[in-house]
């Protein structure tokens, strides 16, 4: 029995419960200023969850003829978790309230409502200490003043009041006093803390108001007794063992010892972090906001409700989207492909506070739902419909984040979005910085930001000999140009036969249902059974297949590497060794076939990390999601990501490398070839277009007697910046062609094919291209 490594792992984890995570409670309590004596410590696995608990424990009451109904009244400006509380409250007949900020305070009393003995439903009223969008920091003077129903909407309505306040965002870079300010309920995250560990949150609970709440659910460590045979239950008076149900995740619960130990050593307390922060902010802030392109117009617009003139009322969040030159607005998407360019980390989209994302955007409820029958959904990359933004970029500062981090970002955006020469609205900058005392280095960046690199690119270089050009620099194609007929040429085709591995080559070759045959056919994953591309792994690069379809066979070549070979199955025989197992891909799930130990070896021993080769099983189908806003049919895919095929025109691929070569003469990077450039950008169709970028346009092309719809432009991500000679990475050529299109990386378009030539229809390099307008 005490050989037993079960019953020994439950002597451990008691023991550690009772002594060690006793000690962790106490000290989150400390470090909000209050004791056990007042609130109660529920470890959830995050924030999320101890919302959720509140939701499904808070005593809701339906309307009776006495009494009102209980009532959820909520910020509009709060996350997605606290306003999803109302999916519990909607089924119990309880009103949900949104409130707005400017509501609570402009329709709040001078005094404090009188209790009402005979009316004692509970309500609850839930708001961010700060802004997860705009780090806008929300009074905590709120708590009392709900508590007393001196506030709207208490004010409004008889009953007992109590306050949820998130302090998730709140408590990474500000102190919290619960002693001076008694919320009822505060759920915490403490990965947005400290960064770790990042499946544990808590539920901060006022023991005062505990007693309230209904746990219907009980598992092990939460009954006091129950009975197997009757309906006899008694819950253990502990409120946090009540509802944590099982056993708690300790280790992690034990390392906030160490987290809090860390905060404490580098920084003396969190008065210091929020000054070091704010610091930071503001700086970013006031530079970002004072920044111009050539001609005057603003770089960023703001979204804030303040001027960082304060750290009790604005915390260390900026949040923004860049125009351009003409004020038109810079997907958000955009914006952090370049970034991870940089190492620089920024989130984007709405960031799960729809309320506070249709206020600063002003979008409104209809815009919400096109939104959606568009194809946009939360959490997706469409960050522009009808040239409006679908949300944003924000950038966070934590107490490890530096000076240099501000620098980096500034001169991330004049670098990537920056019509130069760079200008800064200096009446502005100067109103800001007379708003507080702070001093800072500012008119130094400033000089770096406009004096030093990068030097203004002069597209004036096309001008002198194109005098009618296009927005990409290209000439104007008239209308009547825009018409069926126009010749242009197939002059490569390439296969990948292993997704995110090298091209194969090759003049003429067939097509299948699913695409060029072969192509995308198949994929190297990992350990994990999870799919590695160029971002995870560059090296795929270097793996060279090629397809020989005389002897059915798949080769695998790379440098000092033996060559193998893969047969190219008997679709109808399936080898009895090789496993079906599910993958996913792009959000899908497909059914793929294990190729066997010898290609898991090879390629383990070339990537340096257990792998294995599977193939797209035949009996499986995957049908496109792109481009039915254009009217593209469902179409049966490969494993590849969005389309069947990715064309690409040789006179833009040209364009780009003069651009590339321009920005890069003051410099002593060798400049990229076209062959390189080519291979870059992974394309099964390379044509000799006429124009450049004409291929955006585009509705319909054949080639040869193959009809094809175009599915949409291709977003471009930093892939391209890998060296498909070396594997290495760098910046080029995403940046010069997010520079030259204005912040718009896309680059080829891809197709479908509408028809084939027979069950033996061929492309062939040589094969005239005809091409259809859209419109």
Request: with cysteine.
């Amino acid at each position: 029995m005490y050989n037993d490594p079960k019953h020994t792992s439950k002597v451990v984890a008691k023991w550690l419960k009772d002594n060690k995570v006793y000690h962790v409670r106490y000290r989150i309590l400390q470090h909000f200023n209050t004791t056990p004596d007042k609130y109660s410590v529920i470890f959830t696995s995050g924030c999320t969850a101890a919302l959720k608990l509140v939701a499904e424990s808070f005593p809701w009451r339906p309307p009776t003829a006495t009494e009102p109904a209980s009532q959820f009244c909520y910020l509009t400006d709060n996350h997605t978790s606290v306003v999803g509380i109302r999916g519990v409250t909607s089924a119990l007949g309880v009103v949900s309230l949104p409130v707005s900020p400017k509501e609570i305070e402009a329709r709040a009393r001078d005094v404090a409502q009188s209790e009402c003995s005979s009316c004692q439903t509970p309500h609850l009223f839930c708001y961010p200490a700060q802004s997860n969008f705009s780090g806008r920091k929300y009074s905590l003077g709120y708590v009392r003043g709900i508590q007393a129903r001196k506030l709207y909407p208490a004010c409004d309505s008889q009953g007992r009041w109590f306050v949820l306040l998130d302090a998730a965002s709140f408590a990474s870079c500000s102190p919290l006093d619960l002693q001076e300010h008694p919320a009822d309920f505060v759920p915490l995250s403490f990965y947005k803390m400290f960064g770790f560990p990042t499946g544990l949150g808590a539920l901060l609970v006022r023991n005062d108001t505990a007693a309230l709440l209904r746990k219907a659910y009980f598992g092990g460590g939460t009954a006091a007794a129950y009975l197997a045979g009757e309906n006899y239950y008694v819950p253990t008076p502990n409120m946090a063992n009540r509802f944590e149900d099982g056993t708690v995740s300790f280790l992690d619960v034990i390392a906030l010892n160490h987290s809090f130990d860390a905060l404490h050593k580098l920084t003396g307390g969190m008065d210091k972090v929020q000054l070091h922060t704010f610091g930071l902010a503001r700086y970013t802030y006031m530079l970002l906001s004072s920044l111009c392109h050539g001609n005057g117009q603003p770089v960023a617009q703001i979204y804030s409700d303040s001027e960082f003139e304060n750290p009790s009322m604005q915390g260390a969040i900026l949040n923004f989207n860049l125009t351009d030159c003409h004020g038109q607005i810079v997907g958000y998407s955009q914006v952090d492909k370049l970034a991870s360019l940089f190492n620089i980390h920024v989130r984007t989209g709405c960031f799960c506070n729809t309320g506070a994302c249709q206020l600063f955007l002003g979008t409104t409820n209809q815009d919400v739902k096109s939104n959606l029958q568009a194809g946009h959904v939360c959490g997706d990359d469409v960050d522009l419909v009808d040239g409006r933004p679908t949300g944003s970029v924000r950038v966070s500062f934590g107490y490890m984040s530096t000076f240099q981090d501000c620098q980096n970002f500034l001169n991330f955006v004049v670098e990537c979005f920056v019509e130069k020469p760079v200008e800064v609205d200096q009446v502005k900058l100067d109103r800001l910085k007379s708003n507080t005392s702070s001093k800072g280095s500012s008119p130094c960046l400033l000089t770096m930001l406009t004096n030093g690199k990068p030097k203004h690119i002069d597209n004036g270089e096309h001008a002198a000999t194109e005098p009618v050009v296009n927005e990409y620099g290209g000439k104007a194609i008239t209308k009547e140009a825009k018409s069926l007929g126009k010749a242009q040429y197939l002059t490569n085709i390439y296969i990948y036969p292993i997704k995110s591995c090298a091209a194969f080559e090759v003049t003429d070759w067939p097509v299948c249902p699913l695409g060029l045959l072969h192509d995308r056919g198949w994929m190297v994953v990992n350990g994990n059974g999870v799919c590695l591309n160029q971002k995870r792994e560059p090296r795929l690069c270097l793996i060279h297949p090629q397809i020989y379809l005389p002897s059915n066979t798949l080769l695998l070549q790379a440098s000092g590497m033996d060559t193998i070979s893969v047969p190219l199955e008997n679709y109808n025989e399936p080898h009895q060794s090789h496993g079906v197992c599910q993958s996913k891909l792009c959000g899908d799930r497909v059914q793929t076939v294990d190729c066997g130990d010898e290609a898991a070896s090879w390629l383990s021993e070339f990537l340096g990390q257990p792998c294995r080769l599977i193939r797209q099983s035949p009996d499986f189908i995957r049908n496109m999601k792109k481009g039915h806003e254009k009217g593209v049919s469902s179409t049966a895919l490969s494993l590849v990501n969005e389309a069947q095929y990715l064309m690409i025109n040789h006179a833009s691929v040209d364009l780009l490398q003069r651009h590339i070569t321009s920005r890069q003469e003051s410099s002593d990077h060798q400049p990229l070839d076209i062959y390189e450039l080519v291979s870059r950008f992974r394309a099964n169709l390379v044509i000799s277009g006429l124009e450049p970028f004409e291929e955006d346009d585009w509705s319909h092309l054949i080639i040869g007697n193959t009809h094809f719809q175009v599915a949409g432009r291709c977003g471009r991500c930093q892939m391209i910046g890998v060296d498909q000679n070396t594997g290495a990475k760098t910046k080029e050529p995403l940046l010069s062609l997010s520079a030259y299109r204005k912040g718009k990386v896309t680059f080829g378009v891809y197709l479908v094919h509408q028809s084939l030539d027979g069950s033996n229809a061929t492309l062939s390099v040589g094969t005239p291209v005809m091409s259809q307008w859209s419109g």
